[in-house]
């Protein structure tokens, strides 16, 4: 049965109209909570491709983790405009030079490499973004496995995609064939609970997990 009072989460419309309104929200988790498990596999030279990225910090969090190259891109024009602006206030309000973080409009889920600057990435992150995808998906998960593969394709060889959900059971399937010889697929590496503290939580209440997946592009062999 259909809900009818369900968010809307999968729909652009949705996001926009949101946009309108919301200044800053972040999804699930922090920098802060996912940084130990993350910074292990970076290297400071790292281009970093923040996909879904709304109004989120994260990019500015992690600028001042000592990673300067984050490309964040979003569907929505407006947030996007929005995020623009807030990098030039944090300019001259914090006198830091944040002209290697950069914001695209581009959809996610459609040709994402021809939005972007880069062909591909070393690491890519997103934040609850495939979970607004599976919203309104079929039983076969076709969002879903279209965003892996979209993802896949802008993602270097051996490179890692960590994905924040709140389900415990999500699944990172595609494959592409870059050419006969070649082809990739996800491999999740970790999958790792993240117990979160809710402001309202009462004494006694049970514990609260979202879920950092650490996924690797791989040749098939």
């Given at each position: ?45 790292d281009e970093i491709l923040h996909v879904g990225c709304g109004n989120s ?8 983790s000592g990673y300067r190259n984050i490309t964040n891109v979003d569907y ?80 270097e060889t051996d490179g890692h995609w960590f994905s924040v959900s709140f ?55």
């Amino acid at each position: 049965m259909t809900n009818l009072n369900a968010v809307p989460f999968h729909e652009k419309s949705y996001w926009e109209d949101r946009f309108k309104r919301e200044k800053h929200f972040e999804w699930l988790l922090t920098w802060n909570n996912i940084k130990s498990e993350i910074i292990p596999f970076l290297n400071v030279s790292d281009e970093i491709l923040h996909v879904g990225c709304g109004n989120s910090t994260l990019a500015f969090d992690i600028f001042e983790s000592g990673y300067r190259n984050i490309t964040n891109v979003d569907y929505a024009e407006n947030v996007i405009s929005y995020m623009k602006s807030v990098t030039q206030k944090r300019e001259i309000e914090a006198k830091i030079n944040y002209s290697s973080i950069s914001w695209y409009k581009g959809d996610c889920l459609y040709h994402l490499q021809s939005y972007l600057p880069k062909k591909v990435y070393p690491v890519v992150i997103d934040k609850s973004l495939i979970d607004t995808i599976a919203c309104g998906d079929d039983d076969n998960q076709s969002r879903v496995k279209r965003l892996a593969a979209e993802i896949l394709s802008v993602t270097e060889t051996d490179g890692h995609w960590f994905s924040v959900s709140f389900s415990s059971e999500r699944e990172y399937h595609c494959q592409m064939n870059a050419d006969t010889n070649n082809v990739y697929h996800w491999k999740t590496k970790r999958k790792i609970p993240i117990q979160v503290t809710q402001l309202n939580d009462k004494p006694g209440a049970p514990p609260i997990y979202y879920y950092l997946y650490i996924n690797q592009k791989i040749k098939v062999t």
